[in-house]
């Protein structure tokens, strides 16, 4: 007597798909040696598979990822935060134009003043102080210095001003290099009816030149300088190196319009690293 069993059968397809089914039928004897195989027995090899060893996975020791060698990731910038060098508030103290070093509450800093320096004033109200240009005849510029260090701007860098601007002003961060140039950013804070904070990533702004003082022109050599003319003046584009910087502050390369329209500046605070000089 015979004894039955029932098997899964399973088939794979040219496809790739499994195919299966149950089948039964008699248990037949297992013959006492494997019939030799023939030529047309071997199993033919896998279409699509070749025999070699898989990539490794860029994540787990293969190629390196993104970020690594020379610039990769470069698009993404930096995740540093850049360390807080100075915060500058002014001085609850009387009004006073102009502004003078005392008006400073970073004393450890120097001011420095350019332009129409008679017309800056450090105000004096009940709850706040800042610095108002509205009686500037002519351009202005006021930035700060450490007399000890320069400042490396460079990215991660940045400076935040906190302005509250009246009439068509924008205030423009400026800086001096250690070799002697000024330079002013295109970008600025505009007109604003509460006090507004912005950061400016240096790195990633566009800087024009600037012009510090009168001298003949190429369309007129001939004239004389005048000293006694204030010229703060935006000019062409340039790269500064903003690995050392000297001196860092703000304009609105304006003169004053009165309060209707004017620069004010409640405090700004500068990110970066000292050098050393």
């Not at 794979?12 to 037949?28: D, E, Q, R």
């Not at 134009?97 to 509450?105: R, V």
Request: proline share 7%; glycine share 12%.
């Amino acid at each position: 007597m015979h004894r039955h069993i029932t098997s899964l059968l399973t088939f794979v397809t040219a496809g790739g798909c499994v195919l299966g089914f149950l089948a039964s039928g008699p248990l037949l004897a297992r013959p006492s040696q494997a019939p030799a195989s023939t030529p047309g027995d071997q199993q033919a090899p896998v279409v699509g598979r070749p025999a070699t060893t898989a990539p490794a996975d860029p994540g787990r020791g293969g190629r390196a990822g993104r970020g690594a060698g020379g610039g990769g990731g470069g698009s993404f910038g930096t995740d540093q935060d850049a360390d807080l060098l100075f915060e500058e508030r002014w001085t609850r103290a009387p009004l006073a134009q102009p502004m003078t070093q005392a008006n400073l509450g970073n004393q450890h800093l120097r001011l420095h003043l350019y332009g129409d320096v008679e017309g800056i004033r450090k105000t004096f109200h009940t709850t706040e102080d800042y610095t108002y240009t509205g009686e500037t005849r002519n351009t202005w510029l006021i930035t700060v210095s450490d007399p000890t260090s320069d400042y490396d701007l460079s990215l991660p860098g940045k400076v935040m001003l906190r302005t509250r601007n009246t009439g068509l002003r924008l205030t423009h961060v400026v800086i001096r290099t250690a070799e002697g140039s000024f330079y002013v950013s295109e970008e600025g804070s505009g007109e604003s009816r509460a006090w507004m904070n912005r950061d400016y990533i240096l790195a990633d702004l566009h800087w024009r030149n600037l012009a510090m003082d009168d001298r003949p022109t190429t369309v007129n050599p001939n004239r004389p300088a005048d000293p006694a003319r204030h010229v703060i003046v935006a000019t062409n584009r340039a790269t500064p190196d903003l690995a050392r910087v000297r001196e860092v502050g703000f304009t609105d390369l304006l003169p004053g319009g009165f309060i209707p329209a004017t620069t004010r500046v409640q405090s700004w605070a500068v990110y970066g690293k000292r050098v050393a000089r």
